[in-house]
């Protein structure tokens, strides 16, 4: 048996000493490193061989990679670096590193060729100047067989390491059983089609209604797929806390389960979440976990991998126990860890770590893809961007001498962009070319600045640096999936202000190659209708399955009415108050319990509140406000007990419309009185215009299909399992329109009320 590690993964691993020290950054994006490699390249002679596949064995090892480029006239072997700012600011343990990259792929070279010696060149790139640094040097070819015979033994320990664990993990998981006494009803479907589908080597829509079990139904096929499919991990990817607890807990039911399962789980978190020292510079000399960092990460990474679940609490035990930064440790540990459960940004953001690992070692992976009707409006965010002419003038204000005229030119291009707009809002069908130039003269003074001030880093100036960098790196992707606009603000005088926005709207082009970069994806939710809608923005590949779950649970169980006298439309919002208090009021009477109440705005459900407090205060409320922290709405729904009886008022979209889990009686009924559909304003209407010319359904995906989505998904927090029963009051007229009903789920038995 041979373990096989790419010679960047090999060379992180043994040769990286010292600090961990992130003052000489931030690095080129992967499309500035890709433009400058490309132009080394092209200053070369006509025989010069760019990306030269390279392999070689040591013992058990197989060691690959591509070197950048072999010019054969010279005998030289490069290793190209980009950089911004100041090479000289470079940290000694980064160009360490980079000398030992080249030198192993300088002995493969030789050996492939077989030389004598060769000349390696370490070839430092300016993206801003275009200017190259050249550090070259000739080694004989026993001295680099020796480095790398060296390099191929410190990791040697450990690959064994990883082969045991991975042909115990592989054997864990063929042997492995359900982990309940039976699957419920449409959960074996479920997993039967993940199986499928990863077998196929496919992508696979699943829409799976509540209470199936989605997380052991979608995790425990994949597991028993490892060994046949040659799988190296699992992505479990979530967009909230929520989910991230739920793949969490699922993998502490296996263990219970099989307590020789031989998988390693880890939970990874934000920076802000799992830093120690939030006060402090990712760096040796400001912070104490950074000092040293990579000389204590290899004990601190052999104890790691000893723990089964590495979750955000058992991971920092461990660091701290060691004296290194969690974060950066949960970074190590994605490069040894089976199944690795995070959020979306992880593995479909620009810079998303999980996806470039992947691409980097070439990994086989499947990944899950939770609550995937989020997805959608997460990855417009992902590849969106904004600029604020606000932050822009505080900075003016208190800006670094070098820093005065870049800015003052910046705010010049800015202010001469909206100066004749005279609406607060327009949407224009070309990005701002002249504002980019002062853009990116602004972002290279600023990381000039930056690697020589490596204290200035932080706070505002920060801030704004990286928003320009991403508004910038979207800039280049602009098409008709995007749109540009600018807000404009007016203060006293002629003096105004604006908001500068491209808004990507269709982020299919993006989510496409990394959906099929997996040997399968699966995509699962209650609510993946309609499947063309999902599809389409997402851009799924044409072969992509489909598996529409059948519920386990019965019409009977979910009493669902449509109060269609009622509008709640904004114009009719007034003459709704009294008449939607008289039905919470009558149905609570009736069956006094717990409700859940939807409205479209906290406007809203304060109107309707204040008239139940007054009419009937009698009957407890609990209200959701505005920007709750996660201690407040924890409180919230601690206030739904098994014995309790009351009414808790929410907003349809926020933090109770889904993923919160009330059984039995602590929720026996939901009022929704909205349609759900998206805010009417300009922006939407843009979108919605965009997605017509796209699409040719514009208020559909722009309003309605997202709209009755979370409708459905606030419904279905009231029927969490077989035993619960419950009620369910749509209020308004338009859910009486046939196109409406249509997108409700098929097992509702619907009456009018």
């Known amino acids: 048996m041979s373990y096989s590690v790419a010679v960047r993964a090999l060379c992180e691993f043994t040769a990286?000493?010292?600090?961990?020290?992130?003052?000489?950054?931030?690095?080129?994006?992967?499309?500035?490193?890709?433009?400058?490699?490309?132009?080394?390249?092209?200053?070369?002679?006509?025989?010069?061989?760019?990306?030269?596949?390279?392999?070689?064995?040591?013992?058990?090892?197989?060691?690959?990679?591509?070197?950048?480029?072999y010019d054969p006239d010279a005998n030289r072997l490069e290793e190209v670096?980009?950089?911004?700012?100041?090479?000289?600011?470079?940290?000694?343990?980064?160009?360490?590193?980079?000398?030992?990259?080249?030198?192993?792929?300088?002995?493969?070279?030789?050996?492939?060729?077989?030389?004598?010696?060769?000349?390696?060149?370490?070839?430092?790139?300016?993206?801003?100047?275009?200017?190259?640094?050249?550090?070259?040097?000739?080694?004989?070819?026993?001295?680099?067989?020796?480095?790398?015979?060296?390099?191929?033994?410190?990791?040697?320990?450990?690959?064994?390491?990883?082969?045991?664990?991975?042909?115990?993990?592989?054997?864990?998981?063929?042997?492995?059983?359900?982990?309940?006494?039976?699957?419920?009803?449409?959960?074996?479907?479920?997993?039967?089609?993940?199986?499928?589908?990863?077998?196929?080597?496919?992508?696979?829509?699943?829409?799976?209604?509540?209470?199936?079990?989605?997380?052991?139904?979608?995790?425990?096929?994949?597991?028993?797929?490892?060994?046949?499919?040659?799988?190296?991990?699992?992505?479990f990817l979530t967009a909230k806390t929520p989910g991230r607890k739920l793949a969490l807990d699922a993998a502490q039911v296996l263990y219970d389960s099989s307590p020789e399962l031989s998988l390693r789980v880890l939970e990874l978190v934000a920076r802000d979440k799992a830093c120690e020292h939030l006060d402090k510079a990712c760096h040796g000399d400001s912070c104490p976990l950074a000092k040293g960092f990579?000389?204590?990460?290899?004990?601190?990474?052999?104890?790691?991998?000893?723990?089964?679940?590495?979750?955000?609490?058992?991971?920092?035990?461990?660091?701290?126990?060691?004296?290194?930064?969690?974060?950066?440790?949960?970074?190590?540990m994605a490069r040894w860890s089976d199944l690795i459960v995070a959020d979306y940004n992880y593995y479909f953001d620009f810079g998303a770590m999980l996806f470039a690992l992947a691409q980097l070692n070439q990994w086989r992976v499947a990944v899950l893809v939770d609550e995937a009707h989020n997805l959608v409006e997460r990855a417009r965010s992902m590849y969106s961007a904004s600029l604020d002419q606000y932050s822009l003038k505080t900075l003016r204000d208190n800006a670094p001498e070098p820093l005065n005229k870049p800015l003052q030119r910046l705010n010049r291009e800015w202010n001469a962009l909206h100066k004749d707009q005279l609406a607060p809002y327009q949407a224009y069908a070309a990005k701002p070319d002249k504002l980019l130039q002062a853009l990116s003269l602004c972002t290279s003074a600023m990381g000039d600045y930056f690697n020589d001030?490596?204290?200035?880093?932080?706070?505002?100036?920060?801030a704004f640096y990286f928003d320009a960098l991403q508004w910038a790196k979207v800039a280049e992707l602009f098409n008709e999936h995007f749109i540009f606009d600018i807000t404009k603000r007016s203060f006293s005088g002629k003096r105004s202000s604006s908001t500068l926005c491209l808004r990507n709207v269709v982020p299919a082009e993006f989510i496409r190659p990394r959906l099929t970069a997996a040997r399968s994806s699966v995509l699962f939710s209650a609510t993946l209708s309609p499947r063309h809608y999902y599809a389409d923005l997402l851009g799924l590949p044409a072969d992509t399955a489909w598996v529409d779950v059948a519920s386990p649970f019965k019409a009977e169980q979910l009493q669902v009415s449509i109060v269609d006298r009622i509008s709640t439309r904004f114009v009719h919002r007034q003459a709704s108050l009294e008449p939607i208090v008289e039905l919470l009021a009558r149905q609570f009477a009736a069956q006094p319990g717990n409700y859940l109440a939807f409205f479209s705005s906290f406007d809203y459900?304060?109107?309707?509140?204040?008239?139940?407090?007054?009419?009937?205060?009698?009957?407890?409320?609990?209200?959701?406000?505005?920007?709750?922290?996660?201690?407040?709405?924890?409180?919230?729904?601690?206030?739904?007990?098994?014995?309790?009886?009351?009414?808790?008022?929410?907003?349809?979209?926020?933090?109770?419309?889904?993923?919160?889990?009330l059984p039995g009686a602590r929720l026996i009924g939901a009022f929704i009185a909205t349609l759900g559909l998206p805010q009417l304003n300009p922006v939407n209407e843009q979108i919605k215009a965009r997605m017509g010319a796209v699409f040719g359904a514009g208020y559909d995906y722009t309003y309605l299909y997202p709209g009755i989505q979370k409708v459905v998904q606030a419904a279905g927090r009231v029927i969490r399992s077989q035993q619960d029963r419950g009620v369910v009051m749509l209020i308004d007229d338009r859910f009486g329109e046939s196109r409406v009903q249509q997108l409700l789920p098929r097992w509702w038995a619907i009456k009018p009320l």
């Not at 890709?34 to 132009?39: A, D, E, L, S």
């Not at 004989?140 to 115990?168: K, T, V």
């Not at 204590?296 to 060691?322: E, I, N, T, Y």
């Not at 601690?638 to 993923?659: D, K, M, N, R, Y």
């Open 16 to 69: 990286k000493v010292g600090d961990l020290d992130l003052r000489f950054t931030p690095s080129p994006s992967a499309q500035e490193g890709i433009v400058g490699h490309r132009t080394v390249a092209s200053r070369r002679s006509a025989h010069y061989q760019h990306e030269v596949t390279l392999e070689g064995d040591y013992q058990q090892l197989k060691v690959r990679g591509r070197a950048d480029g």
């Open 81 to 235: 670096k980009t950089y911004r700012g100041d090479l000289a600011a470079q940290p000694a343990n980064h160009r360490q590193l980079h000398w030992a990259q080249v030198k192993v792929y300088g002995w493969l070279m030789c050996q492939k060729l077989g030389l004598d010696h060769i000349d390696l060149a370490l070839v430092y790139f300016d993206i801003v100047g275009e200017g190259e640094t050249v550090l070259n040097q000739r080694f004989d070819a026993p001295d680099l067989e020796q480095f790398f015979n060296q390099q191929c033994a410190l990791f040697l320990d450990w690959a064994r390491q990883e082969m045991q664990h991975r042909a115990a993990r592989n054997a864990g998981a063929q042997s492995l059983a359900f982990p309940h006494v039976d699957f419920r009803t449409g959960q074996r479907d479920l997993a039967e089609s993940v199986y499928k589908a990863v077998t196929t080597g496919r992508c696979l829509m699943a829409q799976a209604p509540t209470g199936i079990g989605k997380t052991i139904g979608t995790i425990f096929p994949l597991l028993k797929a490892l060994a046949p499919q040659q799988l190296d991990k699992l992505f």
């Open 294 to 332: 990579y000389d204590r990460l290899p004990a601190a990474r052999q104890a790691a991998s000893k723990v089964r679940l590495l979750d955000q609490q058992s991971l920092r035990h461990v660091a701290l126990a060691h004296q290194v930064c969690p974060y950066y440790l949960s970074q190590e």
């Open 453 to 462: 001030h490596p204290e200035a880093l932080s706070g505002d100036l920060q």
């Open 605 to 661: 459900l304060q109107q309707v509140a204040q008239l139940m407090a007054e009419r009937h205060p009698q009957i407890a409320l609990w209200l959701q406000a505005r920007g709750m922290a996660e201690a407040e709405r924890q409180a919230f729904l601690e206030q739904f007990t098994h014995h309790s009886q009351g009414i808790g008022f929410a907003v349809l979209g926020g933090a109770f419309g889904e993923g919160i889990d």
